[in-house]
C-alpha cells in the first residue's frame, strides 16, 4: 500500500470548507498540518466543491464556487501552484485520473487540466445543464465489462 493519501496505511486526509479553506490533516497525530485559503477571494469565501489526488501523490486539485481550480503542492506545504479560471459558473464536480483533473461546472462545460504541467489541456460545453457528477473507467476492466448486468 502506498503512503500517504491512498490505501490502508493512509495518514493524511483532506477536508474543502464553506470557507473556501482546504485542510490537510495528519490522521495519526490528530491535527491539521496545513490549511490553504485556496477558494476566499476579495468578497469573501467561495467554498470548496471537491478536491482529488493526483496519481503521484504531489498534487492537490480543489474545485470552489469561486470558479477556479486550484493545483497545491505537497512538496512546498500544500502551497497554491496554480490557478485555472476556466469555468464561468460554479464548478459542480471534479475527478482525478493518473495526473490529469477533469472539471464540470454549472453552465455544462468540461475543462481537462494537467496536474504535472498546470496547465489546462483542453475544454468543451457539450451540455446544457450543470455537470453534477463525473467518473471514470475502471483501470483494470473495459467499459463493456463496467456497463455489463450482473
Given at each position: 500500500?502506498?503512503?500517504?493519501?491512498?490505501?490502508?496505511?493512509?495518514?493524511?486526509?483532506?477536508?474543502?470548507?464553506?470557507?473556501?479553506?482546504?485542510?490537510?490533516?495528519?490522521?495519526?497525530?490528530?491535527?491539521?498540518?496545513?490549511?490553504?485559503?485556496?477558494?476566499?477571494?476579495?468578497?469573501?469565501?467561495?467554498?470548496?466543491?471537491?478536491l482529488?489526488?493526483?496519481?503521484?501523490?504531489?498534487?492537490?486539485?480543489?474545485?470552489?464556487?469561486?470558479?477556479?481550480?486550484?493545483?497545491?503542492?505537497?512538496?512546498?506545504?500544500?502551497?497554491?501552484?496554480?490557478?485555472?479560471?476556466?469555468?464561468?459558473?460554479?464548478?459542480?464536480?471534479?475527478?482525478?485520473?493518473?495526473?490529469?483533473?477533469?472539471?464540470?461546472?454549472?453552465?455544462?462545460s468540461?475543462?481537462?487540466?494537467?496536474?504535472?504541467?498546470?496547465?489546462?489541456?483542453?475544454?468543451?460545453?457539450?451540455?446544457?445543464?450543470?455537470?453534477?457528477?463525473?467518473?471514470?473507467?475502471?483501470?483494470?476492466?473495459?467499459w463493456?465489462?463496467?456497463?455489463?448486468?450482473?
Open positions: 500500500e502506498r503512503e500517504g493519501y491512498g490505501g490502508s496505511e493512509a495518514s493524511m486526509f483532506l477536508t474543502g470548507a464553506q470557507d473556501g479553506h482546504v485542510r490537510i490533516w495528519d490522521l495519526r497525530a490528530k491535527r491539521e498540518v496545513a490549511n490553504i485559503p485556496a477558494h476566499v477571494n476579495q468578497k469573501g469565501a467561495g467554498a470548496v466543491a471537491g482529488e489526488v493526483a496519481n503521484d501523490l504531489q498534487t492537490v486539485a480543489s474545485a470552489g464556487a469561486d470558479r477556479t481550480i486550484c493545483m497545491l503542492d505537497a512538496r512546498k506545504g500544500f502551497q497554491i501552484r496554480h490557478r485555472a479560471c476556466e469555468h464561468s459558473d460554479f464548478i459542480y464536480s471534479i475527478k482525478a485520473v493518473d495526473n490529469y483533473v477533469v472539471s464540470g461546472g454549472g453552465d455544462g468540461l475543462y481537462c487540466h494537467s496536474m504535472a504541467e498546470d496547465k489546462v489541456l483542453w475544454g468543451v460545453k457539450p451540455l446544457k445543464n450543470a455537470v453534477a457528477a463525473l467518473g471514470q473507467q475502471s483501470k483494470d476492466s473495459s463493456r465489462e463496467t456497463m455489463a448486468p450482473q
